[in-house]
């Protein structure tokens, strides 16, 4: 397991190792809060802190809820609200440790027009 927070350390998150990769997705959300995206089983990923610490925001299609922390506002991970997703969620590696990420790929991902890796 490796552990990750949030800046003010309200929200932890553990995921079971490294992903194979990391996705830099340029979508309207992404590019804003520039995280690093790894996909893991929803089942395989521990997130604790208390609910009211964290905010959740849903918009467009409503496909996705992004979380983040309500304290310093470093967003941790999203969810699917649609069933299809193959039961995955996205967890923000830029929350875990420098050296944990700097070894990882990192895969760009034209969310914004083509939903195509570049």
Not at 2 to 16: F, L, M, N, Q, Y
Not at 96 to 109: I, Y
Request: glycine residues 8%; proline residues 4%; hydrophobic residues 35%.
């Amino acid at each position: 397991m490796i552990k990750g927070t949030c800046h003010c350390g309200a929200i932890t998150i553990e995921v079971p190792g490294a992903p194979a990769y990391m996705i830099d997705c340029n979508c309207s959300i992404c590019r804003r809060t520039r995280a690093l995206w790894a996909f893991y089983p929803e089942d395989a990923v521990r997130i604790d802190g208390e609910p009211s610490q964290t905010e959740d925001y849903v918009w467009g299609e409503k496909s996705l809820r992004t979380v983040r922390c309500r304290s310093c506002g470093c967003v941790t991970h999203w969810k699917a609200l649609k069933a299809n997703d193959l039961g995955r969620m996205g967890v923000n590696m830029a929350n875990f440790e420098p050296g944990v990420v700097a070894a990882l790929e990192v895969r760009r991902f034209d969310g914004a027009d083509s939903w195509e890796y570049l």
